[in-house]
């Protein structure tokens, strides 16, 4: 049975990104309108994951986010939380990989929703480009997402964090909101496969950008995140046996 369901959710997420990408051309003429559409498919994927796949999510910390765009400093474990972070949080943007950017449909649609690419292979540059164009998202309204660790990370594992959310943080005079999540305990890297249950994102306090140079930020920011990984983590089917 949880591979069927599995099935359908991927045939509603095929289906669903071309009608989304279609709806997405003409709502790229209102400003932030793409990002609505996108809002919405975000929307259609978790409930297809809830009432098909059995995979739920509990949140705390709702009271953190304030009326003021910051910036989203969140663990990645999977691609869930890139859905759930456009469910919980304002209208925001993500800073990914330009490579993203070649799939069909998705990438499309992300480079349309004004997603912050940079290059990695770039150097000082990707870092000027990113700060160039949170300046321009910050200026739109937008809050805008970050995964400090740059990348997807085990469950039970800690990758090293980064110093480019902090560095945006200073520069674009914007909060840092830590969030942790466990979702890799029921969506493993790089599966096909989701697995049935709850999982838990907490949300903290924000981080005011006047709290600390670059280095100060990012450690604070690693040490709350980390510090409810070890609180969330080992409750879903995929984290790794002792």
């Given at each position: ?63 953190n986010i304030s009326d003021r765009p910051s910036i989203i400093c969140c663990k990645h474990q999977s691609g869930w939380e890139t859905l759930a972070l456009q469910e ?155």
């Amino acid at each position: 049975m949880l591979l069927i369901r599995n099935l359908i959710h991927w045939l509603i997420l095929c289906v669903s990104a071309i009608i989304m990408f279609i709806l997405v051309l003409p709502a790229a003429l209102i400003p932030r309108g793409a990002n609505q559409i996108g809002k919405a498919w975000a929307r259609v994927l978790l409930w297809s994951l809830k009432n098909i796949v059995g995979l739920k999510y509990e949140v705390e910390g709702l009271e953190n986010i304030s009326d003021r765009p910051s910036i989203i400093c969140c663990k990645h474990q999977s691609g869930w939380e890139t859905l759930a972070l456009q469910e919980v949080f304002p209208l925001h943007v993500y800073v990914a990989k330009k490579e993203l950017f070649k799939i069909p449909f998705f990438g499309w649609g992300l480079k349309i929703a004004k997603t912050i690419g940079i290059d990695r292979k770039a150097g000082s540059k990707a870092a000027a480009d990113m700060i160039r164009q949170g300046r321009e998202r910050k200026k739109e309204g937008f809050w805008i997402a970050v995964f400090p660790e740059g990348t997807r990370i085990k469950p039970g594992e800690s990758g090293k964090y980064k110093q480019g959310a902090a560095r945006m943080a200073k520069m674009l005079e914007m909060d840092m909101v830590p969030v942790a999540v466990n979702s890799g305990e029921y969506w493993p890297r790089d599966s096909f496969l989701k697995y049935p249950g709850t999982i838990k994102m907490i949300i903290g306090k924000p981080i005011p950008y006047t709290a600390g140079e670059v280095d100060e930020l990012t450690a604070l920011c690693e040490n709350w995140i980390e510090g409810q990984m070890h609180m969330i983590s080992g409750q879903g089917p995929c984290y790794p046996k002792a």
